[in-house]
């Protein structure tokens, strides 16, 4: 990487982070990025164990640490006995309001993950949980009345007991998946709501809301025509598996104006890359 390419993607991030901290209290303000483009900041993670109410913790994190180094410090900090014991395997999960969940991958790294949201006006909070971690169903079964002990089921019973089983079965899978759907957001923005430690100068939520707002408002105008009637434009759905397999597609607004050129670009940007590559060495391919 040339010199004045690094120096201009340094200042387009210290601009990135400037917007970050206007927007934070000094508590979680990001450094200024060094040569290398590192920078660092105090990150808030939450913790959920089975059964157990949210915890919170802040630390600080670099921008080179990845999650699973994250997910090391974090064991330590919310539950130092665990240490002694054989771990469960844990995962960070990016939560947001409106339900959406995804599992880091073990190489990402939290803090550029947490910046990016902010480059695509979005909020979220990051959850440690086991992986995995389910619901227990109570075991069914079949006792005589008289005693404790289990009795030899007839085939009747069997059948019976077959059929409960699998009936119980779906019904957890359906429980577990409206838990996952909407419960774990909900409690991550009811159950430990903002404080004035922890919060954004303003309502972080609602700053994002305003802030995608005004850009698809200033997209939509690009769609008007000189005359002021309407123009050609509209969502169009791209799929970028091979940049990130957690998440194969992006859905951008563009215009009939949007070049090739504009759209890899913002897909990069949209997948946190476009520090990283040069929008030169990427196409889109048409499948038909």
């Known amino acids: 990487m040339d010199a004045a390419r690094k120096q201009q993607e340094r200042e387009t991030l210290r601009n990135v982070i400037a917007q970050w901290n206007a927007n934070r209290l000094d508590l979680f303000e990001l450094s200024e990025p060094n040569e290398d483009l590192e920078f660092h900041g105090v990150m808030r993670f939450y913790f959920q164990d089975s059964g157990q109410k949210i915890a919170t ?88 009345g008289s005693s404790s002990f289990k009795r030899k089921l007839s085939k009747r019973e069997k059948k019976q007991l077959k059929r409960q089983e699998k009936l119980n079965k779906i019904k957890t899978n359906t429980i577990s998946n409206n838990e996952n759907d909407g419960g774990v957001a909900e409690k991550l923005y009811t159950e430990l709501p903002e404080t004035s430690f922890t919060r954004s100068i303003s309502n972080p939520e609602a700053v994002m809301r305003r802030r995608r707002q005004q850009k698809l408002e200033r997209k939509l105008q690009q769609f008007r025509s000189k005359d002021g009637g309407p123009d050609t434009g509209g969502t169009l759905k791209i799929y970028g598996e091979s940049l990130c397999r957690d998440v194969p597609y992006k859905t951008l607004l563009l215009s009939v104006r949007d070049t090739a050129q504009h759209v890899v670009k913002e897909m990069l940007t949209k997948y946190g890359l476009d520090r990283e590559t040069d929008p030169h060495n990427y196409c889109l391919v048409q499948h038909c």
């Open 57 to 144: 913790k802040c630390i600080r994190v670099a921008s080179d640490a990845t999650s699973q180094a994250v997910i090391e410090t974090l064991i330590e900090k919310f539950r130092a006995d665990m240490r002694m014991l054989s771990l469960p395997e844990y995962a960070l999960y990016e939560i947001h309001e409106n339900g959406d969940e995804r599992r880091l991958g073990m190489d990402e790294k939290p803090l550029l993950v947490q910046l990016n949201w902010h480059m695509d006006d979005r909020e979220g909070r990051f959850l440690l949980r086991r992986i995995d971690d389910k619901t227990n169903v109570p075991a069914v079964g079949f006792q005589d």
